[in-house]
């Protein structure tokens, strides 16, 4: 099979999940359609999608404007390349930790209001999971029926620890927006100079600390 066809089969996937109702194919389709930016993933579900926009989907995100455009170039572009060669090891690409909450539309307008995070997705009517994006940081909430960490078994137990560029900015501005601090912006022994880390506190208990350069 060629390329080309895979990435056939590929956008009648994406109209396949969107007749499904499966709500993460939103995020894709707002992310990868310009059209579709503006919409929320109820109306993006609710709204038509034809194959012609899953084709121009799968287009856009191997570089092409249109589908014509990729079928013209495509499979002669492809016909040259050499095959991929993988590597030898695996390589972890990133991790998205999963925050665990009684109440998630609570929790899903605290990380939004306090903390800056935007929901890239949510999933279930009523919701009861979704993905919290800021930058290059991915958060996943999930709501449950009771507390899942004991925070009496010790002192400050991380659900999350996040690297930023400067956790000096990022605390005052999350500080401002009225994030729950558990502990103030701080250097701790084993950072180097001008590294710090703060904390934070999600309205369940869960602690998230953010820590970079302080100058």
């Known amino acids: ?14 109209v ?6 499966r709500h993460p194919v939103a995020a894709m389709i707002r992310g990868g359609l310009p059209g579709y930016a503006g919409l929320t993933d109820a109306q993006i579900m609710a709204g038509p999608f034809r194959l012609a ?29 050499k095959p991929v060669t993988y590597p030898q090891q695996p390589v972890l690409l990133t991790a998205e930790p999963n925050i665990f909450v009684t109440d998630f539309s609570r929790a899903q307008a605290y990380y939004v209001e306090a903390l ?6 949510t999933y279930g009517e009523p919701p009861f999971y979704g993905q919290m994006v800021r930058d290059g940081a991915m ?14 078994v010790g002192g400050d137990l991380l659900s999350a620890n996040v690297v930023v560029s400067n956790a000096r900015l990022l605390f005052l501005e999350m500080e401002a927006r009225g994030a729950i601090i558990h502990q103030a912006l701080k250097r701790e022994p084993w950072h ?9 506190a999600d309205p369940d208990g ?8 302080t100058d």
Not at 55 to 73: N, P, S, V
């Open 1 to 14: 099979m060629s390329r080309l066809e895979n990435l056939k089969k590929q956008a009648k996937q994406v």
């Open 16 to 21: 396949r999940w969107h007749r499904e109702g």
């Open 53 to 81: 926009d899953a084709q121009r989907l799968i287009a856009r995100r191997e570089g092409y404007e249109t589908w014509a455009a990729l079928a013209a170039q495509g499979d002669a572009t492809m016909a040259t390349e």
């Open 116 to 121: 800056g995070f935007r929901a890239a997705f």
């Open 139 to 152: 958060i996943c909430l999930r709501q449950v029926r009771a507390p899942v960490l004991d925070h009496r």
């Open 192 to 200: 180097g100079q001008g590294q710090g880390n703060f904390i934070v």
């Open 206 to 213: 869960n602690l998230i600390q953010f820590g970079g350069r």
